[in-house]
């Protein structure tokens, strides 16, 4: 029980007013992110943004792109500053065209962090001495 009042104190914490944003929109919650697939190659940020802004204040819209060659993976990511204004927009722009394509908006998930000093469920395989013909 104690170490469940240890989390619950660490997500319920007070923010301080001189907060930036991105620790607000982090301890705020994932709820205002919105993950958004099927865009089309030819959509930039600002008319991602802009597209979306009409649900309320948009902190950051990103049209995820290849780091190679800089052409759109085809999805990306829309953070709102509230999670009211992120499911309005989820709901009345899912199914919806934009640019010529059907985008599909979801809320997004947390990333999933991977430890590296965890230990693997398998070991590298043993040894095999070779046989011995006498």
Not at 47 to 60: D, L, N, P, Q, R
Request: aromatic share 10%; net charge neutral; with cysteine.
């Amino acid at each position: 029980m104690a170490a469940f009042r240890g989390i619950r104190s660490s997500f319920l914490r007070p923010t301080c007013p001189s907060s930036s944003a991105a620790q607000l929109i982090f301890l705020r919650g994932i709820a205002t992110r919105l993950f958004v697939k099927g865009v089309s190659f030819s959509t930039t940020d600002d008319t991602f943004k802009e597209a979306f802004s009409k649900y309320g204040e948009v902190i950051e819209a990103s049209v995820i792109r290849d780091k190679d060659n800089g052409r759109s993976k085809g999805y990306g990511f829309v953070t709102f500053a509230t999670s009211d204004d992120a499911l309005r927009a989820s709901d009345d722009m899912d199914g919806k065209v934009l640019d010529g394509r059907v985008i599909f908006v979801d809320l997004a998930k947390p990333r999933r962090e991977f430890n590296n000093s965890m230990p693997v469920a398998r070991g590298p395989p043993e040894p095999v001495e070779p046989a011995i013909d006498n």
